[in-house]
């Protein structure tokens, strides 16, 4: 089974801190993607990258970075934290070689900034 | 603009039939998904399609109509496990994601 961990499932954080979240994956997939979930909202992009050392900016890249040095890992930066950044964070992953490209998710990690 | 619609609540009883809609306008098509995602927990696959008509699986069938911009996903034999949000997302020109809000079921006995 395809396993994508995220490091943590709930995080409180103050405004201006630096947050590191993290996501692991153990199937070998080139594209992994960050998504924050709001309520009433689709998913909406981040980053996501489709190599090592490769990032691209997904429809809400403002306050966030990322980080892929290796296969497995692909990590989301905030800054400096603010309050509208209070969500749920999704990392996935993918396999290009399939048809459909299916996305396999981590649980989440709550992120509320105080 | 990209726009995905689906209604955002729904409520069914355990062993019946329900359908779950879902509209999309976007730049091009590449496929339409759903995925489950229960409570707190990660959304997984369940249904891809590309071409017109219905697929089934198991208990679950999706249907695509790529000229209506019109899909629906039909859960037969509703079981309490089914309670969960269900998520319409299309694949555009550039074969990026476009995801619905999600519709949260509720399942009664």
């Known amino acids: 089974d395809v396993k994508v961990t995220q490091s943590s499932r709930y995080l409180v954080k103050r405004t201006g801190e630096k947050v590191f979240l993290e996501c692991v994956q153990d199937?070998?997939?080139?594209?992994m993607f960050w998504y924050r979930q709001d309520p009433g909202l689709g998913l909406r992009l981040i980053y996501f990258?489709?190599?090592?050392?490769?990032?691209e900016k997904g429809d809400i890249p403002e306050g966030y970075s990322v980080s892929r040095e290796k296969k497995e890992r692909f990590s989301l930066i905030l800054e400096s934290a603010s309050t509208n950044q209070t969500s749920m964070y999704l990392c996935?992953?993918?396999?290009?070689?399939?048809?459909?490209?299916?996305?396999?998710f981590g649980e989440g990690s709550r992120l509320t900034v105080l | 603009g990209q726009n995905i619609d689906q209604p955002t609540e729904m409520t069914a009883t355990e062993g019946a039939i329900v359908q779950i809609n879902c509209t999309y306008q976007?730049?091009?098509?590449?496929?339409l998904f759903w995925y489950q995602q229960h409570a707190g927990e990660a959304p997984t696959f369940l249904s891809y399609?590309?071409l017109d008509g219905l697929e089934e699986k198991g208990r679950f069938s999706s249907f695509l109509s790529r000229s209506k911009g019109y899909s629906y996903l039909l859960l037969k034999e509703l079981q309490m496990k089914d309670s969960a949000s269900y998520l319409c997302?299309?694949?555009?020109?550039?074969?990026?994601?476009?995801w619905g809000a999600g519709t949260k079921l509720i399942i009664k006995p």
């Open positions: 996935a992953s993918s396999f290009p070689g399939t048809e459909t490209g299916e996305l396999f």
């Open positions: 199937m070998d997939h080139e594209n």
């Open positions: 990258s489709y190599d090592v050392k490769m990032k």
């Open positions: 976007t730049s091009g098509f590449n496929g």
């Open positions: 399609n590309v």
């Open positions: 997302a299309v694949k555009d020109s550039n074969y990026q994601l476009i």
